[in-house]
Every structure is written in structure tokens, then in C-alpha cells.
């Protein structure tokens, strides 16, 4: 089977504190695979050194078969990553910021054109995407920035905490736009979350993460089986030794 | 990668051209900010050179004699409003005086004209009204000075007529004509000497401070372009693009040295518009063609010139994003900048006033040490015609600019990007410690 994202043994250092201990684990072609875990586990920075934004201090990690650090510009041009509390250029409408990023994907003007139509579908604020970013909700920024990774159908989507901070309906939203643009266009994703209800809903497998190294993983009712719990929170609590 | 680039370039450009902070700091701000200063300064020249034409004196003729009927009606016919106040005794005339809002009090004592007339020194006494009301009222004092001056050499020239008829009171009184010339660069040049200096300090002293807010704002720029992208979260995205490193540093360096020179016109224009309010009505006496006499820049200095301001520009840029990586924010990146400028102002301040060569050995050195001196010390070079200097110069800037650009790519290469500020966050706790 070909995975779209393979790490193996990671171990990322900053100074004397270690991040990531150890870490491997596979992500599937067309699956929406979850890193859950508390505060401090090391999801942010595994998902930052598969964006090629930090270098491993050990191991390795492939995206479609490339290196992250040997070539990295190449797995680039095959992902799409959306930070946590990512911003946007707010001097710029919602129309311009999609634009500028989709010139850095599409192969031409018509790309871009369709790209841009694509996001203003996914993100569903319509005209408000003529107003600068500075006016925009965080809800809104947050819409506009989850069409922007999908917008031109990366083959693997990073997303980091995509509902984080948003009210109710934005969440809704935006979770639904990811299950519907995975499903439609067979985007892998890999996300990271805290909200275990979310990760139900979209995950078709979650690894467990705490102190830099998955302790569980599996698709979210065969972890709840395991566990003996009724929902992924008991799962959590049990599995980092809260429960 | 030029597509590339020129995304980044376009995206930078509008992202701090629409920054109020930038555009009403350093584009509107001098363009209106300049003007209107000068506006006021000149409405106020303007309003002292009309208090001129409007002086008025009270006088008080103790002498009734030839001499001082002659210099009223001297005072008269310079359109000078004289009110004859004989019947006031000094205090009462006085008190005229500063009620009737005159500008001052004229007082011929008696034996005025019988002095002149008898080869005596003759007095005359002037009181002008002191009012605080500003540069006029000093003015309109000064004028009415100068009038009586004026008047005082007419009467010499006057008895010198009457006492050695055979001889012109013009030459009697001013007999030696002096023919004030230069020699530049050994050859003899038409221009007195202080109207030569005159002319380069214009261009010692304008150059290097164009050059300084030049730089200056590129560096602003730089930072706060680098800076932006951290504290408005767009540059993890950002460096996760399919785009070269590099071209984002030099396309952010593009797009600061644009918004720079847009924020160093306006300045210079506005700059212009409030020296022209003090200059404006100084008459140029010179005339002096610059050209004809080996003073004006040559295409080559011009191209000397621009080559030094550029590769000092880009060791700027890559200076304050070097810096600037370091910072969280721009509030931050312009803190760390700052001191930067120190060597902008620095050498700038010895361009205006002196010749690097007449310094120590050791300030010399670390002057030329700071590539921001070699542009404008390439401002003065071509106007002598020392290339040499310049080329060196350039030289040594470019090699200068290298070296920090590389360690700005690197920086821009790597994770340090983002983990810099972490690294001192790190120190400080361990400093803590």
C-alpha cells in the first residue's frame, strides 16, 4: 500500500527539551487521519516539520515518497498547510489573499481563475470576499484560510487545530466543508485537534499522542472498543492518564 | 522564479502601501505635513515683508531746520507714513506712539541741521515700540535703520560733491573693485570662492540626507515587512508555499526598496516645498554653470552614484531582515532597527561637516568600516572627479552586502526563521537562571 505521508522515528529537539520522541506513523491516500493529544504533545511540531517548516533532529518523513528536509521543495508543491491561529494579509480583500496564494499553484491564469471560484464556494462568504481581511470575523478569517489549502485540491491537506477558536456555527462549517471536499475530491488530510467530537466526525483514524510519541492509534470506534469507552474524550483521558 | 518574485513584489507593495501606519506616516504625512509648515513660514515672511511697506513714525522736529525737512521728505517718498507730533512733549509722543499702533518715535534735536552743515557730528534719536510680536516688528526696526543709513550716505556723498567737486563720491567712497574668483582643481573659475562653497555644502548636505531617510525608510520597511508576516501569522503559510526561499527574501527586499523611495520623494518633496518657503524669496545672485566649470556630475559619476546607493540600499535590507527575523512583532523589529540607523546618522553627520581625510586615522577607518558612508562619500567623489574612491568603495559595499545577504538567506533558509525568537527566549531564562 502507498501512504502519502510515512514518519519514522522522529525526534525533534529545541535546545534541551524534546518536542518529539520518536514518532512514526503512516497516513493513508484519501483518508482524514486525526493527531490528537494535551497541550505540549508535540502535534504542532510534527505537523511543522511535514510542512518542511522545521528540520527533524532524528528520523524521517516522507510525503508521497519525498523527504521532507532532501526535498522539500518538491513535497511542497504537493501539500497545502494551514498553521494554527494562521492569519491573513489584512490589507488585502479575501478575493486578493486567494488569488496571490492560488499564483503559487495554478499553472495558469484559468487555474487560478478556478481556484479562486473554488474557495469562494468552500468558504461561502460571497460578496464579502471584495472587503479587506482586517474586517473579517475570526470565524470568517478561518473559512477563507481552510478554502485556501483546499482551493487547488492539494494531494495532502496539514491542518493544525482547523477549527480552533471558532464558535459553533463557523466550526460546524468548516468541518463540513472538509468531509465534503475529502469525499468529493479524495484529498488526504492530516489534521490535529483538541475538540475530540470533531475528530469523531471526521477522522477515519487518530493517533494518540503524549510527550512526543503516539501511545494509541486506530480509527476512532475501534479505539473506543479497545478502551472500553463511550466517546474519544474517555479514550483521551484514560490514554494520558487523566481518567 | 521571476513570476514568483513578482507575485511576492505586487503583494508587498499593496500590503504596506495600504498600511495606514506607512501610508500616513511616511507618504501623506511629509506631503502635507512639509508644505504646510512652509506655508506658515512663508505667510509669515510674507506678513513681515508687508509690515515693511507699512511703517509709520511719530517724529517730533525740535530742529525745524533744511536737513531735517530733507529727511522727512526723504522718509515720505519711500511711501514711510510720518506723523508730526512737535505739540507732544517725549512721554506724551511716546504714549502716541504705542496707542496709534506706530512703529516707532523719530526725535530730530534741535541743532540737527546746524551740526551737519557745521561739520559736526549730528544725533538723531530712534525709539522703536516694542511689541513681541515677532520677526515683523524686528524687521520693520531693522528697516527702518537701514533707511536712515541711507539717507546718512546720500549727505556724505552730498558734502563730498560740494567739498572736492573734481572727484566722483562714488569712487571717494568705495574706491577698490575687488574681483572675487576661485581656483578648482587648478584652473580659475569666475565664481567667488564662499558661492562655490555655497554650492557643494547644497550638495554635500542635501545628498547625505536624502540617502539617510532613503535608507532609513527602506530598513523601516524591511522590517516591518519581515516582522508583519510574524505577527499577523502569514508566515508559516507562507514559507510552505512551492517558492524558493530566496525569492521571497529578495521579493520582500524589492518590495521594501519600492514603498522606500515612494515614503523618500514624498519626504524630499515636502522636504522642498518648506526649504523653498526660506529660500524662495532670496534672490540667486549666482547664476554659476556648474557644468562649465567641471562641477556638475559626468553620466559615469551618476552611474557610480546609483550603483553605491543601490548596493548600499540592499546591505540595508538585508541588514533590518537579518535583524528583524529576531523580533516577534513590528513594534519589536523597529526597536531592533533602531540603533541600525546610528550608522546611517553617523556618518552622515561627518559628510556634512568635513572632509573624511582631515579626521584621526582610527575615526577614518571606522568610517570607511561603515558601508553607509560610501554613497555619500560618492556624492562629494563625483564631483571632484575622484572615481577611483568610489569604485573601491563600491567594491567594498557589495562585498559587505554579500556577506549579510547571505546570512539573511540563511537565516530565510532555515528553521531559525521561526525558531530565533524561541533561541532568545531560551537565553533569557537561562540568564534567569
Given at each position: 500500500m502507498s501512504f502519502v505521508v510515512e514518519a519514522e522515528g522522529l525526534v525533534k529537539d529545541f535546545g534541551g527539551v524534546r518536542a518529539l520522541d520518536g514518532l512514526s506513523f503512516q497516513v493513508k491516500r484519501g483518508e482524514v487521519y486525526g493527531l490528537i493529544g494535551p497541550n505540549g504533545a508535540g502535534k504542532t511540531t510534527a505537523?511543522?516539520?511535514?510542512?518542511t517548516l522545521l528540520q527533524p533532529t532524528a528520523g524521517s518523513v516522507k510525503v508521497l515518497g519525498r523527504d521532507v528536509v532532501d526535498e522539500a521543495a518538491e513535497v511542497r508543491r504537493r501539500i497545502s498547510y494551514l498553521p494554527e491561529e494562521a492569519g491573513a494579509y489584512k490589507n488585502l480583500s479575501g478575493y486578493e489573499y486567494l488569488e496571490f496564494m492560488a499564483k503559487f499553484i495554478a499553472e495558469d491564469e484559468e487555474g487560478v481563475r478556478a481556484a479562486v471560484d473554488a474557495a469562494a464556494e468552500i468558504s461561502g462568504l460571497g460578496e464579502r470576499l471584495r472587503d479587506k481581511l482586517k474586517t473579517y470575523s475570526k470565524g470568517m478569517k478561518r473559512r477563507v484560510l481552510v478554502a485556501r489549502v483546499l482551493m487547488t485540491k492539494p494531494q495532502l491537506g496539514v491542518l493544525d487545530e482547523p477549527t480552533g477558536g471558532l464558535d459553533v456555527l463557523h466550526s460546524m462549517h468548516v468541518r463540513g466543508i472538509l468531509q465534503r471536499y475529502v469525499a468529493e475530491h479524495g484529498v488526504t488530510v492530516l489534521l490535529s485537534s483538541h475538540n475530540m467530537l470533531e475528530v469523531e466526525y471526521l477522522c477515519d483514524r487518530v493517533a494518540l499522542i503524549n510527550r512526543g510519541t503516539i501511545v494509541a492509534e486506530g480509527s476512532p470506534r475501534e479505539l473506543m472498543e479497545d478502551m472500553q469507552a463511550s466517546n474519544l474524550e474517555e479514550v483521551f483521558a484514560r490514554v494520558v492518564g487523566c481518567g | 522564479m521571476v513570476k514568483g518574485l513578482l507575485f511576492i513584489v505586487v503583494k508587498e507593495v499593496k500590503e504596506l502601501v495600504r498600511d495606514p501606519k506607512i501610508l500616513l506616516g511616511m507618504i501623506i504625512v511629509p506631503l502635507i505635513m512639509f508644505p504646510l509648515m512652509g506655508f506658515a513660514v512663508q505667510t509669515s515672511m510674507e506678513t513681515a515683508e508687508v509690515s515693511i511697506g507699512r511703517i509709520s513714525m511719530a517724529v517730533i522736529d525740535l530742529d525745524n531746520g533744511p536737513f531735517a525737512e530733507g529727511l522727512m521728505n526723504f522718509?515720505?517718498?519711500?511711501?514711510?507714513?510720518?506723523?508730526?507730533v512737535d505739540d507732544l512733549n517725549f512721554t506724551e509722543a511716546v504714549n502716541y506712539a504705542q496707542q496709534a499702533d506706530l512703529t516707532g518715535l523719530l526725535v530730530i534735536p534741535s541743532g540737527f541741521s546746524a551740526n551737519l552743515t557745521g561739520g559736526v557730528k549730528a544725533d538723531l534719536d530712534i525709539y522703536t515700540v516694542f511689541r513681541g510680536k515677532g520677526i515683523g516688528e524686528a524687521t520693520s526696526s531693522s528697516a527702518v535703520t537701514t533707511?536712515?543709513?541711507t539717507f546718512e550716505g546720500s549727505l556724505v556723498s552730498q558734502t563730498?560733491?560740494?567739498?572736492?567737486?573734481?572727484?566722483?563720491?562714488?569712487?571717494v567712497l568705495d574706491p577698490i573693485h575687488m574681483a572675487e574668483r576661485s581656483i578648482f582643481q587648478g584652473k580659475s573659475v569666475d565664481v567667488p570662492a564662499d558661492a562655490l562653497f555655497g554650492l557643494m555644502m547644497s550638495q554635500s548636505v542635501g545628498m547625505p540626507v536624502g540617502m539617510m531617510m532613503l535608507l532609513i525608510f527602506a530598513m523601516q520597511m524591511a522590517a516591518t515587512s519581515i516582522a508583519s508576516e510574524k505577527e499577523e501569522k502569514t508566515l508559516e503559510t507562507l514559507l510552505t508555499l512551492p517558492l524558493n526561499r530566496f525569492t521571497i527574501l529578495i521579493g520582500k527586499m524589492t518590495g521594501s526598496i519600492i514603498v522606500a523611495v515612494v515614503g523618500a520623494v514624498s519626504y524630499l518633496i515636502g522636504f522642498g516645498y518648506y526649504m523653498g518657503a526660506f529660500t524662495g524669496s532670496i534672490p540667486v545672485e549666482s547664476g554659476v554653470d556648474l557644468a562649465a566649470i567641471g562641477l556638475a556630475p559626468t553620466p559615469v559619476s551618476y552611474f557610480l552614484l546609483g550603483t553605491s546607493l543601490f548596493v548600499s540600499m540592499l546591505s540595508a535590507l538585508a541588514l533590518a531582515i537579518s535583524v528583524s527575523v529576531f523580533a516577534e512583532d513590528v513594534r519589536g523589529a523597529q526597536a531592533l532597527v533602531g540603533p541600525l540607523s546610528t550608522l546611517l546618522i553617523f556618518p552622515m553627520i561627518f559628510m556634512m561637516f568635513?572632509?573624511?581625510?582631515?579626521?584621526?586615522?582610527p575615526l577614518r577607518i571606522v568610517l570607511y568600516a561603515i558601508p553607509f558612508t560610501h554613497p555619500m562619500l560618492t556624492s562629494k567623489l563625483t564631483f571632484t572627479g575622484d572615481y577611483l574612491t568610489a569604485i573601491i568603495g563600491i567594491v567594498y559595499v557589495s562585498i559587505f552586502t554579500l556577506t549579510v545577504l547571505y546570512i539573511a538567506s540563511r537565516l530565510f533558509g532555515t528553521e531559525k526563521i521561526l525558531t530565533a525568537k524561541l533561541t532568545l527566549q531560551k537565553l533569557r531564562i537561562g540568564k534567569n537562571k
Open positions: 505537523l511543522r516539520i511535514i510542512a | 522718509l515720505k517718498a519711500l511711501n514711510i507714513t510720518l506723523v508730526e533707511l536712515l543709513k563730498i560733491g560740494e567739498k572736492i567737486p573734481e572727484e566722483d563720491p562714488t569712487i568635513t572632509d573624511l581625510n582631515a579626521l584621526p586615522f
